[in-house]
């Protein structure tokens, strides 16, 4: 007899995948990978972030809000949805949409005291703050958001909040700022 795959693990398999491409920027992979998972709930956040990419901003953020509005306010399984709702907010000119969002995410990382929350609750404070031209308040986010990054062994999310620094300081600090890229 024939073991045929498991649907489940092939579409997890599939998600984690398709993430790692997305952020690799082989865009046309990822989109391959998420074709037959892509109504799965693990597949939400990807295919979220591909419309992102695609300039499908308003869908991604539909099916982002769509996924939030059962949960509770300060519920965990909201972590990843939030920083895709606060891109897609802002990539849709909603800045008065995406300040609560991001606030609602630094929210939970305080509540569940866990550190890697807390950094993308300040990455994405960061973004809002970029948005609204505060770049000071920009700069502190990112280093609050670096200063915890760095332990945890996430460097796809510490290398975007260093490029993002080191853009920011480009102008008034470019030898911070070429280090920050630098690193």
Known sequence: TEILPDPILLT????????????????????????????HPLALVPVARLRLLRGKTVAAEAMV??????????????????????????????????VPAAERL?????????????????????DVALAQRRDDDAVRRLHAGLDLLVGLGIPFEEGVARLKLGQLLARERPEIAVEEARR
Do not use: K, W, Y
């Open 12 to 39: 997890v398999d599939s998600t984690l995948f398709a993430e790692l491409r997305l952020r690799q920027g082989r865009i046309e992979e990822a989109e391959r990978l998420l074709e037959e998972g892509e109504q």
């Open 65 to 98: 809000e769509r996924r939030l509005a059962p949960l509770a306010e300060h519920a965990p399984s909201a972590c990843p949805l939030l920083p895709v709702l606060v891109e897609a907010r802002l990539a849709n000119g909603d800045l008065a949409g995406a």
């Open 106 to 126: 630094g929210q939970i990382g305080r509540i569940l005291r866990r550190d890697n929350v807390l950094a993308l609750g300040e990455l994405a404070a960061a």
